[in-house]
């Protein structure tokens, strides 16, 4: 009798194997990337289906890991809020499907060009549609991203010149996943106790307890600081500091102008290689600085061949959507006027379902596996 064939599946996750966070960044933000360059609501949909899927095969019970939902209800509002100031403040899109007409407020002169109320068509409130959707999936990447990476070993991982910067963002980072755990819990209380929910009273019963253990946090952790000597630095020679500081503030500056290119609808060109070279500026700058830092590192993350997979899989989702926005650029931007409907390209969403490699090669938590 031959035996039976083995499967290939990810490995349960453990501390040897866990996957860098920085990897998790890369392939949230090669998300980013390719929703900023559509903006299709199927392309968009798929994108944030994609993300979800991802999170819901690999995220653990950590209080950050449950702040996804959080980003997805934000993305829903920021949708929401579009459609709400296109219709309030009008829309440039010119549209013949008129819906109906709000009271105009006059205006003073100086103020030509912005109305509010009058005119309200099918076209600028698809239109509102279409832009906040792209705007609430950069969120919901931006979400999926700080699900799956846990900031302690994101700081962990930072070069030595930005553990000070480092340590104010993954505390911020970790602040608001921490609060909507504290919301949740004290909702999931007050039900129980046959005590309402909602409303103005209940919100402020709600936030006060939430504040003060955001306060109690904040303690804890200055506490935690000062006990490993947060801030102390090594004396390096001023030629140093000086030559460190040109190399990162002129790659940031690089990597930010490249960065708007390719955010930018015609910016690929210029954006790649000012990218590159900022990041190459960047990198040795943060080397030469740390230098000033004298703390050590334990048992520093390893980034494997998993890692690889998991961050080349988003930057190659944002290359392909760089791509096809190049030579099909109608296809990932439905016109409103005259009003389509919004179709799926094949090639695009194709190249959006390379984002899913994470959810088969990432280490499995083990609270995720099924037995």
Known sequence: MSPAPRTIRAPEANRSNALHAGAWWLWALGLAVAASRTTDPLLLGLIVGVAGYVVAARRTDAPWARSYGAFVKLGLFVVFLRVVFSVVLGSSVPGTHELFTLPEVPLPEWAQGVRIGGRVTAEQIVFAVYDGAKLATLLICVGAANALANPARLLKSLPGALYEVGVAVVVAMTFAPNMVADVVRLRTARRLRGRPTGGVRAVLQIGLPVLEGALERSIAVAASMDARGYGRTASVPSAVRRTTDVLTLGGLLGVCAGSYGL??????????????????????????????????????????????????????????????NAYAYEALHPGVVPLVAPELPLWPALSVLVGLVPAFVAPVPEESRVP
């Open 263 to 324: 955010l930018a609808a015609e910016g690929a060109g210029y954006g790649l290689p000012l990218v590159a070279g900022g990041l190459a500026a960047a990198v040795a700058g943060l080397r030469l600085g740390g230098r000033r830092a004298v703390r050590s590192r334990y048992r520093p993350d390893r980034w494997g061949a998993r890692a690889w997979l998991v961050a080349g899989s988003g930057v190659a989702v944002a290359a392909l959507m760089v791509w096809a």
